[in-house]
């Protein structure tokens, strides 16, 4: 007899949570810190949300609302991949403000945020079983967005030993060359490579070089390459006069798009999405940029229930075409990056705890490991009497895939700078405390 009203998948499903941190985020989410309502309140510091320009934007969008007509074309069906106008729209910010590169609007694909783009990208390209190679510590939530739906299966390189090794990420082509013969005598078929820049959690880049020769290798050996430039606009200023002695160079974001427009090749591709550079994961809008013409086609007939709502389209199309606003919205969001990542950083060099130096992303990548304690188990520990003792919320590094235990996710961009001084000086107290006893 049936002892489940679900199937073997949803079975599966109904089973614990895709990330360590979900449940705690929701419940410290009901008992957020206030100076004067909530002074023992928590501080969301492991969702990789950005709410620095939320203001901005959302007047911009209040503003379109009162003041511009609705087209009727939003009412009814449009392109599976976005409407044209949107797509024309999206290119055109994208190759002003990331790509520095001509992108063909009919080379892209938008659908319900990055999650729906990585979920379909990897069913069309990978059969089950298929590995998906990501360099670790790699964003938690990839498991789950190539193995639910396309049955694909996360592999984390480990490229280096100790965190501070990460200055700059190094994928050498023989570490590519052993792990493509070794997943060959398991044999395992490697059908993706998947880098993230700036990277989720560690807010490094590659230099274009690293990446022509990466995107080289996986062409002659058949592997898809996929750059994720969903932080791509959220860069911090490295020129910065606190800041820039922490870089071994000064090299800035390059993007993707410009060794794909190069290369021209059915095994590059590249995902965007509007969630965290403009701070509204809520809109759900992701991009896929492929010149593969299968690829694309196989997407417009498979993700008409991914599409993005047509208001919303139109809403952002509305926003893209003011290129004024957009201009003054990334200075400042840039600004205001740099700002919290410095309030992190500057705690963490008192206390000494190293960190790796980021060039985007909403993160630092801190070591915490000396104050783990000889156990079991102990990041996890560590991760709940952090929260417990302080109220501050972090991501334990384990769930990212590297094999360094102690590392943790700060997220810099979710609670006000007040907020986040509050934080920074209850972390210093509990590392004190910690340190002494
Ligand atoms: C690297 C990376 N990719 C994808 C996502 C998911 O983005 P979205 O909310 O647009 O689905 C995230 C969210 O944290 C991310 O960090």
């Known amino acids: 007899m049936k002892n489940s009203t679900l199937s073997i998948r949803g079975s599966k499903a109904s089973k614990g949570t895709p990330r360590v941190d979900l449940d705690v985020f929701f419940e410290a989410s009901q008992n957020t810190f206030d100076a004067r309502l909530n002074p023992n309140g928590a501080f969301l510091l492991n969702m990789a949300e950005n709410h620095h320009c939320w203001h901005l934007l ?12 609705i087209p009727d074309w939003v009412a009814g069906y449009t392109a599976v991949t976005g409407a044209p106008e949107v797509r024309n729209s999206i290119a055109t910010f994208l190759e002003t403000f990331l790509t520095q590169v001509n992108l063909d609007p009919e080379h892209l694909a938008i659908s319900a945020g990055a999650t729906s783009v990585i979920e379909m990208t990897a069913f069309i390209l990978g059969n089950p079983n298929d590995v998906v190679v990501f360099p670790a510590p790699a964003y938690p939530v990839y498991k789950a967005d190539i193995g639910n739906l396309a049955g694909l299966e996360r592999f984390d390189l480990q490229t280096h030993v100790d965190l501070m090794e990460l200055s700059e990420a190094k994928i050498s082509t023989s570490m590519l060359d052993n792990l493509y013969d070794d997943l060959q005598q398991q044999g395992r078929n490697w059908s993706m490579l998947v880098l993230t820049q700036p990277d989720n959690p560690t807010g490094i880049i590659f230099s274009s070089g690293d990446l022509r020769r990466i995107a080289k290798w996986c062409i002659d050996h058949k592997v898809h390459l996929v750059v994720n430039e969903i932080y791509g606009l959220s860069l911090i200023d490295i020129t910065h006069p606190e800041l820039k002695e922490d870089y071994a160079d000064l090299i800035q974001f390059d993007s993707f798009a410009k060794v794909m427009a190069e290369l ?12 965290k550079d403009f701070g509204i994961s809520g809109f759900r809008i992701g991009v896929l940029y492929s010149m593969n013409q299968g690829l694309l086609k196989a997407y417009s007939n498979l993700a008409l229930g991914r599409c993005v709502s047509n208001h919303t389209q139109w809403l952002l199309q509305q926003v893209l075409d003011d290129q004024e606003f957009l ?15 410095l309030l992190v950083v500057r705690t963490l060099r008192k206390l000494e705890i190293p960190y790796v130096p980021a060039k985007g992303s909403l993160f630092v990548w801190a070591d915490l490991s000396s104050l783990l304690p000889k156990r079991d188990n102990a990041e996890y520990e560590l991760w ?54």
């Open 58 to 69: 959302r007047d911009r969008l209040q503003t379109i609302s009162c003041e511009t007509q």
């Open 264 to 275: 021209k090749s059915d095994f590059l591709h590249h995902w965007y999405a509007f969630s």
């Open 327 to 341: 201009h003054t919205y990334i200075e400042t969001n840039q600004q205001q990056l740099t700002s919290s990542y």
């Open 384 to 437: 709940m009497d952090i929260y417990q003792s302080t109220g501050i919320l972090l991501t334990p590094g384990s769930s990212f895939g590297h094999t360094y235990p102690g590392a943790f996710r700060i997220v810099h961009s979710l609670v006000s700078p007040a907020a986040m001084a509050v934080a920074m000086k209850k972390l210093e107290d509990y590392v004190l405390t910690k340190s002494v006893g």
